[in-house]
């Protein structure tokens, strides 16, 4: 009878059913902005417009996305500096197109310092954008970093890591991995606060950087014979809620158990992205074969 009245229940249930279908607008493209600037480097800004929620990506549409011709301002508090446009010719006859220091006029240019705050002023197609960053001082440090074979695994390995995290609240950073002549690639879980491990010195793992564009099946290890290199930044709030909120929507994405977050941007006038100060330290390890 049990089963019987289950089974009823069930029928029931899926009879009422009501599908429903949602029209989705297309929205108009938005300005995508990724700049940065690091200590002892210039400043970096890529420039595109965000695509349709349902195209299907190809190299031909990512190509047709960057934007040029802005007139980018950065400012320092001391000086303003425009930034040039450059292109980088990539395979398949595609470029890759950033703004930077303009080579032809060094005496405004400037690079990334410890505990300054930087202006970028943005202008294209008749709108403006601003945004602020600060590099902090980066205090939390590196104590030592070394590797162990993993158990029952003779090529597989674990990187570890020593870091003292300084007193006070607020020290946010965010850790990218190099292996042998691949880029640096940030974590699946990239940036962390200090919440829980404020002024304490601790041990952790770290996992290598992923890269987003490819397949992530097999990037989680480190290997016996790689040279890494980890590179860990302080950042500032607005630069760790960023990506803490990308990061999370990455995660979230084909779940549909997740609840929704919009993702939290520091540039004005609705464009999406970020403008971060980086403070980056390096550690190198060499795991022998």
Known sequence: MRCFLASLLLVLLF??????????????PGLVVEATIDVGQSPRVVLSKSLNYFSKI???????????NAVIKISNGTSTHVLKEYKIPLTGNYNLYFYSTDSSNFSTAFVGELGKSYTMTLQHEAKEYKA????????????SI???????DTSEVSV???????????????????????????????????LVIEGTTY????EPGVDRNGTLKGERSFMRGDTVVLQISGIDKPSYDFWRTMEYTYASVGNPFSSPIKVISNISNGALGYFGGYASQYRTIIIPR
């Open 15 to 28: 009879g009422c059913e009501k599908a429903v279908d949602f029209k989705l607008d297309a929205a108009p």
């Open 58 to 68: 190809t190299p031909e549409l990512l190509a047709e996305s960057f934007v040029h």
């Open 132 to 143: 602020t960053t600060t590099i902090p001082v980066q205090n939390k440090r590196i104590d």
């Open 146 to 152: 070394w590797w162990k074979p993993r158990p029952g």
């Open 160 to 194: 570890l890591l020593k870091v003292t995290d300084p007193k006070g609240f607020g020290n946010y950073v965010r850790y990218f991995t190099k292996k042998n002549r691949e880029p640096f690639l940030p974590g699946f879980t990239s940036v962390y606060d200090d």
């Open 203 to 206: 041990e952790l793992e770290v």
